[in-house]
């Protein structure tokens, strides 16, 4: 063990200087949040014109099932030894530090980008709402023209919480994940109780006799041909439902703010299985009772935003506040979609506070300057904040004007972390045993739950980058050798101080 002089020289700090504030339904909210924000809104609507083939529903169910393992090998792992930085801890100390800088890294870069992706989402489901309702339309119109400078207004009020202290931080995000939540529980009734040839007929009424079958037919000649589903065209759209569900981790790099017990666990099986419920229920309801319109209207929107206009009238996503806004009166659709939208804008807060946890604690463990693990006088990573708010404003501004390449890059990025965390974690009981006593489980229980962890954010890794394309593989390569570039400086000054890492991190950093 090293000895408290060692740490105080080593870790930028003796302590983190977090608060633990966060509680049960705090982790369920966080968890929700990031996961289902632009999923819920955009994905499981959207997904639907990628492929003609694919069963959107089951995409996300099946993958939903494949992943309840991993979020109680992810549970156990941070109710052993919560920590600011999350799944980054044990990579860096049961692998190699240098790996766990570099997954860290990747993963703080991705969740930055991230954080701008999803408030451009939030601006553009708030532009549908007020378009397809008919109220407010040039408001609505004008957000979706401005997305961009909408989303930056969402990441600085959201900033701007975080920086209040997370107390004033976790009744911010109950509100913004509980009010919209019972207004898609309401959805969900709504969607159940409408008929297919009532979609058909509510759409036709809405944009002109004809629309339905005006729209498949545009769709038709764009290269979009409704089909029955099959395994091959489900599965065409992995990428997209990976990185829906690719935001459950982002709540195990809070845990410096969480407070210890097995509630820890608990709020991660549950608020994934509320996740996979969301998912699953939204994309069914929402394409059967919009059946042979959404995916021709997804498609259109990607592909030919000009022949769904003269269908639609404006150039308008598909999403679940232009679907349900179309089931209410105008008044009822602009309350309705509104809170709706609000579900991309509460993923702001734990995805990008994710990664300004993630530089904290790089910072912390000196892999990057330890100016970057201060804090303000609540509790709050201080530079953190503010370069991840930068890099968020990149990734709003990259969404925005289409760059789509973004989500491979990110995505990719992500599972880089996720997959040496299963290496880590099924290589713990034998190399790190001291750190293993610490997990509530025994190993017979444990283990295939981390061979399965590996096994599938192995596949989730290669089926990303198979994915790239070469715009992606060179962002990705920036970001990676930038990274890479200021680890080798901060290692540089390490030593010429007289710091040595070799055995900094048999230890967890301090609380």
């Known amino acids: 063990m090293i000895c408290k002089m060692g740490e105080e020289r080593f870790f930028a700090r003796e302590t983190s200087g977090l608060i633990r504030e966060m509680g049960l339904v705090d982790i369920v909210s966080f968890i929700l949040a990031p996961i289902v924000s632009s999923g819920i809104i955009y994905f499981a609507v959207q997904s639907a014109g990628q492929n003609p083939a694919a069963n959107v529903p089951l995409s996300f169910l099946l993958m939903g099932l494949m992943l309840i393992p991993v979020a109680v090998t992810i549970g156990l792992l941070i109710q052993a030894a919560p920590r600011s930085g999350g799944l980054y801890v044990p990579v860096s100390r049961v692998l190699n530090p240098t790996i766990g800088f570099f997954s860290g890294w990747m993963i703080f870069v991705a969740l930055s980008l991230i954080g701008g992706l999803i408030s451009v989402i939030g601006a553009q489901a708030l532009g549908s709402a007020f378009v397809v309702s008919g109220?407010?339309?040039?408001?609505?119109?004008?957000?979706?023209?401005?997305?961009?400078?909408?989303?930056?207004?969402?990441?600085?009020?959201?900033a701007a919480f975080e920086l209040g202290g997370f107390g004033t931080l976790k009744w911010f995000q109950r509100v913004i994940v509980g009010a919209p939540f019972i207004i898609l529980i309401i959805t969900w009734i709504i969607l159940a109780f409408t008929s297919p040839s009532e979609g058909v007929a509510v759409f036709n009424n809405a944009f002109g006799s004809g629309a339905v079958e005006?729209?498949?037919?545009?769709?038709?000649?764009?290269?979009?041909?409704?089909?029955?589903?099959?395994?091959?065209?489900?599965?065409?759209?992995?990428?997209?439902?990976?990185?829906?569900?690719?935001?459950?981790?982002?709540?195990?790099?809070?845990?410096?703010?969480?407070?210890?017990?097995?509630?820890?666990?608990?709020?991660?099986?549950?608020?994934?299985?509320?996740?996979?419920v969301v998912?699953?229920?939204?994309?069914?309801?929402?394409?059967?009772?919009?059946?042979?319109?959404?995916?021709?209207?997804?498609?259109?929107?990607?592909?030919?935003?000009?022949?769904l206009k003269g269908v639609i009238g404006s150039v308008t996503d598909a999403s679940l506040p232009f679907y349900i806004g179309l089931l209410l009166s105008k008044k009822m659709a602009v309350f309705f979609a509104f809170l709706l939208a609000i579900w991309a804008v509460n993923g702001i807060v734990p995805i990008r506070g994710a990664a300004s946890r993630v530089l904290f604690s790089l910072s912390f463990d000196r892999a990057l300057p330890?100016?970057?693990?201060?804090?303000t006088d609540r509790g709050v990573p201080k530079w953190s904040t503010g370069i991840t708010v930068g890099l968020a404003i990149l990734g709003a501004y990259l969404f925005s004007h289409q760059y789509f390449a973004v989500i491979g890059t990110v995505t990719s990025m992500t599972r880089v972390l996720l997959f040496f965390f299963g290496i880590a974690a099924m290589v713990m009981p034998f190399v790190r045993q001291d750190l293993f006593e610490r997990v509530p489980a025994s190993l017979p229980v444990y283990l295939p739950l981390a061979s399965w962890t590996t096994a599938l954010y192995g596949f989730q890794l290669i089926n990303t980058i198979t994915a790239m394309g070469l715009t992606t593989q060179i962002i990705w390569i920036i970001f990676a050798i930038v990274g890479l570039v200021i680890y080798v400086y901060q290692q540089k000054r390490n030593a010429e101080e007289g710091i040595d890492i070799s055995d900094a991190y048999k230890e967890i950093p301090p609380a």
Do not use: C, D
């Open 135 to 158: 109220v407010w339309t040039g408001l609505g119109s004008w957000i979706s023209g401005n997305a961009f400078l909408v989303g930056v207004l969402f990441l600085l009020i959201t």
């Open 214 to 276: 005006s729209l498949r037919q545009a769709a038709g000649e764009a290269g979009f041909e409704l089909t029955p589903w099959t395994w091959a065209g489900t599965a065409g759209i992995l990428v997209a439902v990976i990185f829906s569900y690719g935001g459950m981790p982002t709540t195990t790099f809070f845990g410096g703010e969480m407070r210890r017990g097995k509630k820890i666990s608990l709020g991660f099986g549950l608020g994934f299985t509320l996740v996979m």
């Open 279 to 307: 998912y699953t229920l939204t994309a069914f309801l929402t394409q059967t009772t919009f059946s042979g319109i959404v995916g021709p209207h997804a498609f259109l929107s990607m592909n030919a935003p000009e022949a």
């Open 370 to 375: 330890s100016q970057l693990s201060e804090v």
